[in-house]
């Protein structure tokens, strides 16, 4: 997951911050046993797209348990 998470943040770099990339790194980071930063990368996706149903679902999730 390592190199995921180097792709998201070069690509966040080059595309600039883009909700579905924060989405993704969240995932990235969750399943490399870093669910508080996963958590993080989740409410940056939701603060440019608040109406982002699969991270609000996931956050959710993460959040419940």
Known sequence: YAKAIGFY???LE???EQPELFYNLA????????R????TMLERALKLKPK?????A?????LSL
């Not at 995932?27 to 870093?34: F, G, Q, R, T």
């Not at 508080?36 to 958590?39: Q, R, T």
């Open 27 to 34: 995932l990235a980071y969750d399943s490399s046993d870093n």
């Open 52 to 56: 982002y149903l699969e991270a609000l």
């Open 36 to 39: 508080a930063l996963g958590l």
């Open 58 to 62: 996931l956050q959710k999730e993460w």
């Open 9 to 11: 943040q070069y690509s």
């Open 14 to 16: 080059y595309f600039g």
